[in-house]
Every structure is written in structure tokens, then in C-alpha cells.
């Protein structure tokens, strides 16, 4: 029971992360139909660009998370105008192969400025153990679960509420119309560019808390398609819960099974999934068959 | 007559050239295979491929394995790895019945995944994260798997993969996957099995991979799980990409540019070691953002890669000192 509850939140905060990732994918991904391989390259500017502001300059972390998310919406609108504008209406393979590149060359910048040796930098999460029960946990995860909650509940209402948010769903519905209805299509595929920056880059925070600073945040890039096909490509709710269900599974598989199986589950889950209901939990399905 | 010339080019070249080079031609034949290879399923059938890493480790094991735990001889385990391979790819080409574009590209990122997993964890029979060691391949009592012997082995199935690859394309079946790839239900309707067609893809391509990655094993005497991951796969899809898509003069030419593009600025920064080793230190980082760089300029600019450029120089020069273009819509 014990460990039932310690893998529990481990795997919900690690989830939750993913969850962050998984947003920003889908927000592009929902705006414009670009699959972006870059989402963890994003994730990793954002864990270097707070340890840059706090430790390197020495910033409060109040305004070095501001800075943060500042220069990631900057990153997310330059690469919209540079890289992927050009390019609207290519075909898949062209979309899939630019962020790929740009994934590349987002790393490497990371690479050449901080250099592959890890960093930390001073924790604003909640350090140590949690007893809850009987069980130990540890604090930072359980407060990321919360944090990350209330950040998706927000950008949830961004969407419900603001006038890019409609903009962007009255996009994702349908170009032509949301086109006839004045609505300036560049400057929502630039919107959710830096929205999935700035999402990113708090996933990123979050990660560099717990993991610390290195090169192997980028990882969560290729983590991040198991959670969005499970829970559906266009669907925020569906990243949110895609994000938990991968996270418990990762845990609850390498806990109670072991030999590394953690790392293949998030990949059978989405075989599966792709097979039986490739649209996923909550995507819309509009999957076309062949 | 040009072709002469570059066959003549070819039989010269190991006579001439330092192992440095040698080594480097023999990796541009791998990767011309494996472009090919690739650039059947991707670029002429239009199935995109993120499992590339995953069909050639499915190769270099087979043939390594078979030989270092069945003695078999080199020649009928490369054969046995590209068929194994193929029936490999034809299994992960079994989502192509439902999915298609991003999704299906997604599944072969999983297929990627798994048979990384399985290398890695399945010791027994792969030696799991250790490297193993392959049998020096030996042809006439000579050893192939120096620069100079691995050359003409590697050249020979290039060229002989280049050779199937165009007539495959002029054949009935090569272009029911151009059908497939221009616009399935159509061709559908003329009457070619789309589904079927999509495996028959999927197997001829990973034929060719699992060749290529039989080669690779043979060539480094050493494999490990490490020279066939999801980096892979990318840097054979920028080759196709660079080089340009559904082409075999493209496969060559990118094979050849992003293989010589990393050793060149590595050739560069041994320069700099000693009068600027900051900068040398950069390396790592200056290689990966050139190829990050050199993918998305060929997308943003010249979306049909060098060999549309390599068309452009030609006609330029056929029509030269006048400006009008032979062949418009060619």
C-alpha cells in the first residue's frame, strides 16, 4: 500500500509534466497541424534559461520565472516567423522534418552555451520527504501535481474565455470560416507558438527542480506522443489526463515489474491505442481511414 | 559517357585516396543504401518513416548474430538479415491498414522505441548494451572489412541497389507505390491494393535498410545498440530530405552531404585544437546546429533537395550563354 501511494505520486507529478509538455504540443498542433518534434528542446531552454537567471545572474526566482517565460514566448514567436511560416500547406513529412531541425538546433545552442555537465539551481519547489500515512514521498512532486493542475485549469480558461482563445478554437474548427470572420490566422499560429513556449518552459522549470539541469530534459520530447495519442491529438483535457494515465503507468510498471519495462509501456500503450482508437480519449474523430 | 566517367571515378578512387577518405566513401555507400532504402517508403510511396534506427539494428543483429552463434557465412547471413529485416518492416507497416501521415509516423516512432528496448533488455540473445563483436568478413581469403577490401563490396551494392531501385520504379509495381503515394483512393480505384501495396513498400524499403545495416555491422567489426536510435533514423531523413525525396540521385547525394557534412567541420576543428581550442571545444554544438540548420534551409528553400539543384545547374549550363530554361514543368 505503501509503495502503491509513493509510486502514485510519483507517477501523477511526473505526469503532470508531462501534461505541460503535452499542452503546448497540442495547442500547435490544434492551431495549425504541425506535429512538433521540438517540444522537448523547448522544455530544456526553459530549465537552462531559469538557471541562467537565477544562478548566473542571480535574479530572485520571481522575475527569473517571469524573464523565463518572457524570453520562451520571444523563442516561440521567432521560430513561428522564421521556420515554420514559410512552410504552411507542405506536406507532413516537410512539417515533421522542420522541427525536427529546429530541435536540433535548439540543442545544440544549449549545448554550446552551458556545456553537457548537469547544473541545479536553488529549489523553489518544497525539498525532502512527505509523510502521508505511512508512505514517503517526496514534497517537490507532490506540490508539482497541484501547480501544474492549476496552470492547465488556466490555460483551460484562456481558451473558454479570452478572445485569442477563441480565436484559436474557432481556427482549429474550421480555417475558411474562422478566416471569413476576420480573424488573422498568422497571428494565432504565432499565439500558439509561444503559448506552447511558454507551457514548455514551465514544464521545463518544473523538471529542472526535480531532475536538475541537463542536457536529458530534451528527452521528454518523444514521451510526449504516447500522451498525446492516448489522449486524443486537438484535446487539452485529453493531454491533461493522457499526461497522468502515461505517468501512473511509467511508475506502476517500473515498480512492480522492473527490468526497464517503464520505458516501453508509454510506446505499447500507444501502439495499442493507435490500432483500436487512434483518435485517442477525447480527440475528435476525424481519423480517415484507408 | 558521364557515367563511364564516374564508374571510372569509382574503380580509380581506393588507389588514390588516403583511408581517411576511403573510410568516409565507404560510410556514403551504407547510407546511399539506406537512403535508397528509405526513400522508397518515404519518398516514392509517401509513407513516412521514423524507424529507419530500428530496421537497420533488426539487420546488423540478424547478420551478426548468425554468424557469430551460427557460423553461418557472411554472404547467407546478409541475405537472411534483409529478409528478416523486411518481414520486420512489414510488420510494423501493419498500421498502415488504418492510419496514414502524422499517425502512422507516430507508430513507426514506437516501433522505433520497442526494437531499441528489446536490443537493449533481451541479453541473452543480443548481449544488451554490450557491443558485439562480428567476424571479419573474407572474400578469396581477403578480408573485407578494411577500408580498401570493404570498398568494393560496398560500391557493388550500392550501385546495385541504385540499379534496382530505378528499374523497381519503372516496373508495374514501382509505380502502383507512386500511385499510393499521390493519392491512395484514386489508385484505389484503377484497381491497385492499396493496403498491399503499402506492405510491399514496407518490405522492399526495409530490404534495403536491413542491408545497410547488415553492412554496418560487417564494416565495424563492432555493433552496439547505440549507432541505430531515433537519431538514426532522423539523420537518414534528412538525407532523403537534403538530397531530395523519391529520387536516387537525391539518396546519393544526401547520403554523401550529411555524412561529409560532420567530418569536415570535424576536419576543422582538429585545425583549430591548437590555435583556438575554445572554439574546438564548440564542436559537438557547431555539427548538430549545421545539420539542424541545413534540414530547415533545404525545406524552407529548395523543398526538392540537391537533386533538383544539381537539374538546375545542369540546365543552366545546357542552355548557357542563353537564359531561357530547357524543360520548364519537367
Known sequence: ?????????????????????????????????????????????????????????????????????????????????????????????????????????????????????????????????????????????????????????????????????????????????????????????????????????????????????????????????PVVILGGLDSIRGAVIGGAIIGLLEFYAGGYIGHGLNLIVPYVVLIVVLMVRPYGLFGREIIERV | MRLGLFMGALVVFPFLASPYWLNLANQIAIATIGALGLNILVGYTGQVSLGQGAFMAVGAYTSALLTLRLGLPWGVSIVAACFATAAVGVFFGLPSLRLKGLYLAISTLAAQEIVEWIVTHWTALTGGVEAVVVPAPRLFGQRLNTDFGFYWLGIVLAGATALFTANLFRSRIGRSFVAVRDQDIAASVIGVNVFGTKLLAFATSSFFVGLAGALTAYYRNIISWERFTFETSILYLAMIIVGGLGTIRGSLFGAALITLLPAMIGRVGQELQGSAPAIAALLPSVQQAVFGIVIILFLVFEPEGLSKLWRNVKDYFYVWPFAYRRGEGR
Not at chain 1, 514567436?77 to 506536406?91: D, M, S
Not at chain 1, 554550446?112 to 518544497?126: A, C, E, N, S, V
Request: aromatic share 8%; hydrophobic share 60%; charged share 10%.
Open chain 1, 1 to 225: 500500500m505503501d509503495q502503491f501511494l509513493q509510486l502514485t505520486v510519483a507517477g501523477l507529478g511526473t505526469g503532470m509534466i508531462y501534461a505541460l509538455a503535452a499542452v503546448g504540443f497540442v495547442v500547435i498542433y490544434k492551431a495549425s497541424d504541425v506535429i512538433n518534434f521540438a517540444q522537448g528542446d523547448l522544455l530544456l531552454f526553459g530549465t537552462y534559461l531559469v538557471f541562467f537567471f537565477l544562478v548566473q545572474v542571480g535574479l530572485p526566482w520571481t522575475a527569473g520565472v517571469l524573464l523565463t517565460m518572457l524570453v520562451a514566448a520571444a523563442i516561440g514567436l521567432a521560430v513561428e516567423r522564421t521556420v515554420l511560416r514559410p512552410l504552411i500547406g507542405e506536406p507532413i513529412i516537410s512539417m515533421i522534418m522542420v522541427t525536427i531541425g529546429l530541435s536540433s538546433v535548439l540543442r545544440a545552442v544549449v549545448h554550446g552555451i552551458w556545456g553537457p555537465q548537469p547544473r541545479t539551481f536553488p529549489p523553489f519547489l518544497p525539498e525532502g520527504q512527505v509523510m502521508l500515512g505511512s508512505a514517503v514521498v517526496s514534497a517537490d512532486r507532490l506540490v508539482a501535481i497541484p501547480l501544474a493542475l492549476a496552470l492547465l485549469g488556466g490555460l483551460a480558461l484562456f481558451f473558454r474565455h479570452t478572445r485569442s482563445g477563441i480565436a484559436m478554437r474557432a481556427i482549429a474548427d474550421d480555417q475558411q470560416a474562422a478566416l471569413s470572420m476576420g480573424i488573422s490566422i498568422p497571428r494565432v499560429f504565432a499565439t500558439a507558438w509561444a503559448l506552447a513556449a511558454v507551457t514548455a518552459a514551465i514544464g521545463g522549470i518544473m523538471l529542472g527542480n526535480i531532475v536538475g539541469v541537463t542536457p536529458n530534459v530534451a528527452q521528454i520530447g518523444l514521451r510526449v506522443f
